[in-house]
């Protein structure tokens, strides 16, 4: 039978791991100033970030789910990635041009000296 949660043990662990993110400590410099168990430290982490058997939401700062985050799409160049037979991945720019991709696979085939 699965255990119930504990409301105010799980509040309070929400605290101590939003105050870890803000404070900018490590976790062990932080559990040893708190007098927390690190080991205790990383399970609450684990099982309110979802690690454990019960997924819940991520902890925040504020120790609420977090709430949707609108994202903007930065118009950036088009990159292309060349698979050669050899296994090299080569990837550029897609602005790049043809010579300067040719000139490029020469020297990869070893049909130019560098």
Known sequence: MARKRNPEKEAFW???????????LSIRQF??????????FFAWRR?????GRKSTPPVNNSGKPPAFIPLALVD???????????????RV??????????SVLDVIDGRVNQ
């Open 76 to 90: 950036s160049p088009s990159t292309l990635e060349v698979i050669h037979p050899l296994g090299y991945r080569i």
């Open 14 to 24: 929400r605290d101590v791991l939003g105050r870890q993110t803000s404070s900018g």
């Open 93 to 102: 720019s897609a602005n790049i041009s043809v010579a300067m991709l040719s």
């Open 47 to 51: 099982k309110l970030q979802g690690g």
């Open 31 to 40: 559990c040893a100033a708190e007098d927390v168990s690190e080991p205790s």
